[in-house]
């Protein structure tokens, strides 16, 4: 079973701000990332799939990089819109899984 | 528009069962894959297990902590993915999301999440 881990759990940022989350895997999974963001009292929205393919309709601020253990989401320019828990996923093999997430507050 | 809407949720006692569905339009849900993912009151996602397209056979696959108890269905003649919850413990307490699987990816669509409390 892979493991994703996530860092930091919890980052209070200003607008404007660049934001920088990490998401490590336990094995080698390729590009099979993908990055959610969910806010309170709503379902999960994808941002970003295998790693760095951008999705129609997410801001061009919401970027993603990395391969085989070591994944990165990116926002540049922070908006007050931004504040959510954001989660990683895998689909490289069964059983998928997610990290842990990460809350971002704004200040 | 592609949407999914779950059904079926509230309050069931330990050890008994309930059937949650998801009812997709917008698209041919049989052409996909139908996941379930949960998330316990305060915590983060969890995935629950999926069926795969008509495709790839429709078969199903499971988290080892729900395998033996659960079991994920599908009726494309009705768009409905169906989520059998046997042998229910406290620790299933969750809102569960139905998800499109994109091949075996990403999921690019969620449902609006359906309550189950276990309890007695």
């Known amino acids: 079973e892979i493991v994703l881990t996530q860092s930091p759990d919890f980052q209070s940022v200003t607008p404007k701000e660049k934001v920088t989350i990490t998401c490590r895997a336990s094995q080698s999974i390729g590009s099979s990332l993908h990055w959610y963001q969910q806010k309170p009292d709503q379902s999960p929205k994808l941002l970003i799939k295998y790693a760095s393919q951008s999705i129609s309709g997410v801001p061009s601020r919401f970027s993603g990089s990395g391969s085989g253990t070591d994944f990165t989401l990116t926002i540049n320019s922070l908006e007050a819109e931004d504040a959510a828990t954001y989660y990683c996923h895998q689909s490289s093999s069964l059983p998928y899984s997610f990290g842990q997430g990460t809350k971002l507050e704004i200040k | 528009e592609v949407q999914l809407v779950e059904s079926g949720g509230g309050l069931v006692q330990p050890g008994r069962s309930l059937r949650l569905s998801c009812t997709a339009s917008?698209?041919?849900?049989?052409?996909?894959?139908m996941n379930w993912v949960r998330q316990a009151p305060g915590k983060g996602l969890e995935w629950v297990g999926f069926?795969?397209?008509?495709?790839?056979?429709?078969?199903?696959e499971y988290a080892a902590s729900v395998k033996g108890r659960f079991t994920i269905s599908r009726d494309d003649s009705k768009s409905i993915a169906y989520l059998q919850m046997n042998s229910l413990k406290t620790e299933d307490t969750a809102v569960y999301y139905c998800t499109r699987g994109v091949g075996a990816g990403y999921f690019d669509c969620w449902g609006q999440g359906m309550l189950v409390t276990v309890s007695s």
């Open positions: 917008g698209f041919t849900s049989g052409d996909y894959a």
């Open positions: 069926i795969r397209g008509r495709t790839y056979g429709g078969t199903a």
